[in-house]
């Protein structure tokens, strides 16, 4: 934490029993950081074991090899709910949906849907297997390459789209972003618009709004940079009807690089 950073100190209310964050605009301080830590402590002893497993279960090392303390990984996931929501309750409210949306979508099947031994087997899985084969196989998404501080690069072209179909569409974003994930805790994602056209390429609103909302809501503070490559003059009618689905804090990250500043961060 750096020297500016407003310090932020625990109050439990007597008769709510909720946790609420009050800050001053002084450093942090020794005391202030045990406060976040206690902040952090009180909002995962909320969770069952369960929602626990779940939360440690979001680190691809734990979740394949049983690597690293659960605890640790699930306190790094319930700060960056706080550090996106503020308030404590708030945050574990949206830590908990989290949780919940991860064993709706089956996540586990997703992400392991071409390891040899999937634990996850069941009826559905080589349907699984055979929709993302054939998604991926269009190479619209796909995870290649780090940056100088050794985040994952996830690619998405759109051009390269040509159908939209919600069930797979959803499952082949899922499945990347969780192999990016793999690789690193936080990722950039680049989006390549050269040859974009807005008649053939545009998904319909239900799956442009779905996506967003799942990157928004269900990884919080998991992407540091969206770099938009090309953006083409029909870029700003997309924006109209997807960007009130970015976060505020989302939009502060994304880059926009034309064809002469490309080969930099490529």
């Known amino acids: 934490m750096t020297a500016a950073t407003t310090t932020t100190i625990m109050h439990i209310s007597e008769e709510s029993n909720q946790i609420k964050l009050l800050r001053t605009s002084s450093s942090f301080t020794t005391t202030s950081c045990s406060a976040e830590d206690d902040i952090i402590h009180a909002m995962i002893s909320k969770l069952t074991d ?61 992400r392991t ?36 501080d050794g985040r994952a690069t996830y690619l998405f072209t759109p051009r390269l789209v040509d159908e939209h179909e919600e069930e797979g569409s959803t499952k ?24 974009f056209s807005l008649t053939k390429n545009t998904p319909p609103p239900s799956i442009g709004k779905k996506t967003l909302l799942i990157l928004r809501n269900h990884y919080v503070g998991q992407i540091n940079k969206i770099f938009i490559l090309d953006a083409p003059a029909t870029f700003s009618i997309l924006w109209k009807m997807f960007s009130g689905f970015v976060g505020k804090e989302t939009k502060k990250k994304i880059v926009f690089v034309n064809k002469k500043k490309k080969a930099t961060i490529m």
């Not at 949206?94 to 949306?101: D, I, S």
């Not at 069941?122 to 390459?145: F, P, T, W």
């Not at 192999?179 to 989006?191: D, E, F, G, K, P």
């Open 113 to 148: 849907a071409f390891d040899e031994k999937n634990e996850c087997n069941n009826n559905s899985s080589a349907d699984l297997k055979a929709l993302l084969e054939h998604r991926l196989s269009k190479k619209s998404h796909y995870v290649q390459g780090y940056d100088r």
């Open 50 to 110: 369960r929602e626990m497993e779940i939360a440690a279960q979001t680190s691809y090392e734990y979740f394949k090899y049983n690597k690293g303390n659960r605890k640790d990984i699930v306190s790094r996931m319930a700060q960056r709910y706080l550090d996106s929501k503020k308030d404590p309750d708030v945050a574990l409210t949206k830590m908990r949906e989290t949780l919940a949306f991860r064993q709706t979508v089956n996540i586990d099947a997703i």
């Open 172 to 195: 082949e974003i899922l499945y990347s972003i969780e192999r990016a994930l793999a690789c690193s805790s936080t990722i950039n994602v680049i989006i390549d618009f050269s040859s």
